[in-house]
């Protein structure tokens, strides 16, 4: 099975809406989701499932409108939950992003994934309703106008992002229906109506096990709260505009005339460079030609002529290359005084590396921010509730192979079992169920310190628990957790979590192991 269809699949959980309802009902087609959850909730124990699942997709939508809101539909994609690349149009006039932006918006997705979590649960309890979605239908309001828009398909918001450029094309080869206009040239672009998914049971405790992992991902995110460092930027910032503003210290004609000589300098080096390049064309034409010579000399007296004339030729180039390297070498010199000179002209023109760094200054930001955010105290009910969360995700996602392994039926399926055929791109290898579980079970492993997590620099036999860590964290230093002295009040003496496991599924699936985990969670 390929990385593409895998991958498709959880693209497609995520983008999935309700199929025929009552006429009066509203739809997610041309309502949206919110709609949609607000008639659901009129009998929340008879759609708790359904429920439940619009409101996962709902979280994410009110992280994508948050983006929008305050311009940051590009600018928060090297962050876990937050990856996606919206399509829309960016907003043309956006609030200003305060410090605390970013942690309310991880915030409010922490408190919706226990939002929609409650109703799963409260499914599970009091029996599970199996229900209907259908891809199309699915679009998230970005712009918060309560209507349609380009850009907005869930589709197109979350294919290129989940699947990559070359499967998202692929999927769309394969599943996009186009219009004509009455001239039968392509107008429009549609996903076909039949890709229609019957989530049940099994489902319910998938999807269960999928908003644990994201709170999880959401309160360690939450525990390195990085709002006091964005507010010590933000006012560290403020200086830096408050800069004062001091004279030329250079005198400028001066410094006009010393730019000429220098450029006449160099345009006298960019001279002699072409006439040597034009006499090594030269000298090596010659020495072919007595090479060519040599070859068909018949006397000895001929050849040993030929061989002093191919000697004194060869010294000529070689003199000329060497004049050639110091021309250059000077040139570049010069060239780079040039620079140099004309940037002490003009205080405010920017270096070429000042360019290039503001250019990647959003990146730039991230890094610091992200690595000053973990060594700051952790908060330690939040590292507990992802703990949590993670030991959570792991009984979900066995309760859920455990009951599709009960399944009987064959009717649309989601993740199929042995018997079954998903109605989606999806084939699951033989074995890779089982090489699943064993990826589970070291993982719930390390949660619970029965395996330790190895580092490099901690002596033999020794690893790094988890649980130790959990119980009471610390800021994580990168020189010290590099050395390993950061991990010495964690440490324990015992087994080790391999990458056995891993290496088993990554060949179970051949090559596709990454595609297989997103999917499974």
Do not use: C, K
């Given at each position: 099975m390929r990385f593409t269809n895998i991958v498709l699949s959880f693209c497609l959980s995520l983008a999935l809406a309700t199929g025929a309802q009552a006429q009066t009902a509203p739809t997610l087609a041309e309502d949206g989701l919110q709609p949609r959850i607000d008639h659901l909730s009129q009998d929340p124990q008879a759609n708790r499932f359904e429920l439940g699942f619009l409101l996962t997709l709902r979280g994410v939508e009110k992280t994508l409108q948050a983006r929008y809101d305050h311009g940051l539909g590009q600018q928060m994609t090297t962050l876990p939950l937050l990856r996606l690349r919206p399509i829309l149009a960016p907003n043309p006039a956006p609030r200003r992003a305060g410090p605390d932006t970013l942690s309310r918006i991880m915030t409010d997705f922490v408190i919706d994934m226990e939002r929609a979590r409650d109703a799963l649960i409260a499914a599970e309890q009091n029996g599970v309703t199996a229900f209907e979605l259908a891809l199309p239908d699915l679009w998230f309001d970005i712009n918060g106008n309560g209507t349609r828009d380009e850009g907005e398909s869930a589709i197109e918001t979350l294919g290129t992002v989940v699947l990559g450029p070359r499967a998202y094309g692929q999927f769309r080869r394969d599943n996009v229906t186009v219009g004509t206009d009455f001239l039968g040239k392509p107008v429009s672009e549609s996903f076909s109506t039949e890709l229609v998914v019957r989530f049940d049971t099994a489902d319910q405790a998938w999807l269960t096990a999928y908003t644990h992992m994201l709170s999880g991902f959401g309160n360690l995110f939450l525990a390195f709260d990085p709002?006091?460092?964005?507010?010590?930027?933000?006012?560290?910032?403020?200086?830096?505009?408050?800069a004062p503003t001091i004279p030329n210290f250079y005198d400028q004609a001066d410094l006009i005339a010393e730019i000429d000589a220098l450029e006449q300098e160099l345009e006298t080096l960019q001279a002699r460079d072409e006439d040597i390049r034009a006499g090594l064309e030269q000298l090596n034409q010659q020495s072919s030609a007595l090479v060519a010579e040599l070859n068909q000399a018949e006397t000895q007296a001929d050849k040993d002529k030929l061989q002093s004339e191919i000697q004194s030729v060869r010294e000529k180039i070689s003199d000329l290359r060497t004049e050639q390297r110091d021309v250059r070498q000077a040139r570049g010199l010069v060239r780079n005084e040039i620079r140099s000179a004309q940037a002490k002209q003009t205080a405010d023109d920017a270096t070429p590396l000042q360019s290039l760094m503001q250019r990647e200054r959003a990146t730039i930001d991230t890094f610091y921010v992200a690595l000053a955010a973990i060594q700051q105290q952790p908060d330690p009910a939040r590292i507990r509730a992802a703990h949590a969360d993670w030991t959570a995700m792991i009984r979900h996602n066995r309760m859920f192979w455990a009951l599709l392994a009960q399944e009987t039926d064959n009717d649309r399926e989601w993740i199929?079992?042995?018997?079954?055929?998903?109605?989606?791109?999806?084939?699951?290898?033989?074995?890779?169920?089982?090489?699943?579980?064993?990826?589970?079970?070291?993982?719930?492993?390390?949660?619970?310190?029965?395996?330790?997590?190895?580092?490099?620099?901690?002596?033999?036999g020794h690893g790094i628990s988890l649980p130790a860590y959990v119980e009471n964290p610390a800021p994580l230093d990168l020189t010290q957790w590099v050395h390993g002295v950061g991990a010495y009040p964690y440490a324990a003496k015992g087994p080790r979590i391999t990458a056995q496991s891993w290496q088993a599924f990554e060949r179970l699936t051949s090559g596709n192991a990454a595609g297989f985990a997103l999917f499974f969670n």
């Open positions: 709002e006091p460092i964005l507010r010590d930027l933000d006012a560290a910032r403020a200086l830096l505009n408050a199929p079992n042995a018997r079954q055929s998903s109605v989606l791109p999806v084939e699951i290898p033989e074995r890779v169920a089982e090489g699943w579980q064993n990826i589970l079970a070291d993982a719930e492993a390390v949660l619970d310190g029965r395996l330790l997590i190895p580092h490099p620099l901690l002596p033999p």
